[in-house]
């Protein structure tokens, strides 16, 4: 094998020990940079379903109705159930249409869809929310961003830091997409419940 390598030009054999050697210094600087930033973490679970549990949880005690977290339907776990209705809400688009045609209705909530909007998912005539928070002047704003209208600052700086990296044009995202979520932030700001 030696006898091969020290026929080749050895332009060749430096370049290529160089190209290998560059390659695995920034594959490296990657790695470090990545362990001491954390950047760029997949946002899917943690805190943005805490976010979204939480909203749930408020919208479903705004409209008075009986649920069960984490609970088991037709061998499926959902994240919330009402039993007095047969309704299973879950994350999960497989668990949604394994529960399709059991008896259970299943609501499926993407991680887009704030809690303020689960009404015209559910399968059944829910309360209007006039009084609360549908009808303050930056509902729109908090649901943009997915947090409960009045929130603290915060926890809409917060909402506002997730969102934005999911729209940003940088990353992938739309152009539009970012104005609207920067335009909720200042909307939002100036309505927080601090």
């Known amino acids: 094998m030696l006898d091969s390598l020290a026929q080749l030009p050895s332009w060749l054999v ?17 790695v470090l940079t990545d362990r001491l930033t954390g950047a760029d973490r997949p946002s899917g679970s943690g805190d943005s379903e805490a976010r979204r549990r939480s909203e749930i949880r408020a919208y479903l005690g705004r409209i008075g109705e009986q649920f069960i977290e984490d609970h088991t339907v037709a061998d499926q776990r959902v994240a919330f159930y009402l039993p007095e209705r047969a309704v299973a809400i879950t994350f999960d688009a497989r668990t949604y249409f394994r529960l399709v045609g059991t008896g259970t209705a299943p609501v499926l909530v993407e991680h887009e869809l704030p809690g303020v909007a689960l009404g015209a998912r559910l399968p059944f005539e829910t309360p209007a929310e006039s009084a609360g928070p549908a009808g303050h002047p930056a509902a729109a704003a908090f649901a943009r961003l997915g947090v409960p209208v009045g929130a603290p600052l915060a926890d809409v700086r917060d909402a506002y830091r997730e969102r934005v990296k999911e729209v940003h044009p940088d990353q992938g995202g739309d152009e539009v997409a970012f104005r609207e979520v920067r335009d909720a932030y200042t909307t939002a700001r100036q309505y927080t419940g601090d």
Request: glycine share 18%.
């Open 14 to 30: 430096v370049g290529t020990a160089l190209g290998l050697a560059c390659s695995l210094a920034v594959a490296g600087l990657f």
